[in-house]
């Protein structure tokens, strides 16, 4: 039995253990995976949170919000998508210490690829420069991403995104959501990386007026499925990327992560597509249905 978890704040609803419990019962490989909720804990300890999982035989473990940039300086180890990107959303318990990685990044790239194909990103607008708005700015670098207009309450927080990102030849300005609103026609993509339209943080992150045809449009957020966002960019007739598509992505290679030293990678590939028709099914259909 490999014990995995999931570290983050309000995370009831989750579909994390799910995933990994299917995924491992498909392979043959008994997998439980639980959940460490720190919403309603007062002074919650997320380095003795990791310590506990591992004093208690856990393999690893995901992290999301608020956590992935502890994860990432709490590691001895860091991943190449860690050290590119500079949080974490999976912990390994390694016999060398514990191993930071980065499935948001790599999950980005796989998932706008599977929906997209080559299309060129263009000049997108990040909402939300937080852990997942971080992975997925690099991933953009990799999609062939012309410029990133970062939007982020936090302006310290978007100004060491901007600098972080142009270091890596990525170009990329803060910009307010006046100029957002302005600008978002003349512009190709819009990504939600900010919690903003999950089931806990109900709304929209921009005004949507702009939204048409010529973009295409994805929402980190996959409870619900259906974002204000991404019903918006539907109704405009733009293309949308699911926080599903990424969900199960990431979900993936941080199974490949878990279970390296007794999976094979090439036996986990077959199981991708099917896994992604089954939460795609779960998830997105009934409501596209009724809508």
Not at 25 to 39: C, H, W
Not at 115 to 144: H, K, M, N, T, W
Not at 170 to 179: F, L, M, P, R, Y
Not at 209 to 222: I, K, S, T
Request: hydrophobic letters at 40%; a negative charge.
């Amino acid at each position: 039995m490999i014990k995995l978890g999931l570290v983050g704040e309000g995370i009831a609803k989750s579909q994390s253990p799910d995933l990994h419990e299917r995924l491992g019962a498909s392979l043959g490989e008994p997998v439980r995976y639980d959940l460490v909720d720190s919403r309603g804990v007062a002074d919650f300890d997320f380095p003795n949170a990791i310590q506990k999982l591992r004093a208690e035989g856990y393999r690893g473990t995901n992290v999301t919000f608020p956590f992935k940039e502890k994860a990432a300086q709490l590691a001895d180890i860091r991943g190449e998508g860690v050290r590119r990107v500079g949080t974490a959303n999976t912990l390994l318990f390694d016999a060398d210490g514990l191993r930071a990685e980065n499935t948001d990044y790599t999950g980005f790239i796989s998932a706008y690829r599977h929906s997209f194909g080559s299309q060129p990103a263009g000049e997108v607008l990040l909402i939300g420069a937080g852990g997942v708005g971080r992975a997925v700015a690099c991933a953009l670098g990799e999609l062939a991403v012309s410029h990133i207009h970062i939007l982020e309450h936090d302006a310290s927080r978007a100004e060491s995104l901007s600098r972080d990102l142009n270091a890596m030849g990525i170009k990329a300005t803060c910009i307010t959501s006046e100029q957002a609103q302005q600008e978002l026609p003349q512009w190709q993509g819009v990504v939600n990386c900010s919690p903003i339209g999950h089931i806990n943080h109900p709304g929209c992150p921009i005004d949507t007026a702009g939204l048409g045809a010529q973009h295409w449009v994805f929402d980190a957020v996959y409870i619900p499925a259906h974002t204000e966002l991404l019903n918006a960019a539907h109704q405009a007739g733009a293309k949308t990327l699911s926080g599903v598509d990424l969900f199960v992505f990431q979900g993936v290679d941080a199974f490949r992560f878990f279970t390296a030293d007794c999976i094979a990678s090439e036996q986990i590939d077959p199981h991708v597509i099917p896994l992604r028709t089954h939460y795609i099914e779960q998830l997105v259909a009934p409501q596209r249905s009724n809508s």
